[in-house]
């Protein structure tokens, strides 16, 4: 399995961003998505997660209300909007694939190469 996240950059406090996390290989039927996030000298923590019927997701308290996580299985494909972005949203950002529903890094077994998200005052 491999996965190919994209979409990170700088950005104005306000601004929105979508990242995408693109998935090849094996057709996962069961377990979650999900997007964590590193800043510099912190844990890495999850975003959101969503699993493969998108009829369920996750989003952390510090995000909710501003990101919004959907997929489209055709395209193996996971989309992380975010909206009215803050400074310390800024971390590099990892998307990963856990084979059952997951909120910890330990339980996901793939992983993207991390994109960077810069929000700027």
């Known amino acids: 399995v491999q996965l190919q996240a994209s979409g990170g950059g700088l950005v104005q406090a306000g601004d929105p961003l979508r990242l995408s996390c693109a998935a090849s290989?094996?057709?996962?039927?069961?377990?979650?998505m999900g997007w964590f996030r590193q800043a510099p000298g912190k844990e890495r923590e999850l975003v959101a997660a969503?699993?493969?019927?998108?009829?369920?997701?996750y989003y952390s308290d510090h995000v909710k209300g501003r990101f919004t996580i959907s997929g489209d299985n055709a395209k193996k494909t996971v989309y992380l909007q975010m909206n009215s972005l803050k400074p310390e949203d800024t971390a590099v950002y990892y998307c990963?694939?856990?084979?059952?529903?997951?909120?910890?890094?330990?339980?996901?077994?793939?992983w993207g190469q991390g994109t960077q998200v810069t929000v700027s005052s």
């Open positions: 290989g094996r057709t996962f039927r069961s377990g979650v």
């Open positions: 990963a694939v856990s084979p059952i529903i997951a909120t910890t890094p330990l339980e996901y077994e793939y």
């Open positions: 969503i699993n493969w019927t998108g009829l369920l997701t």
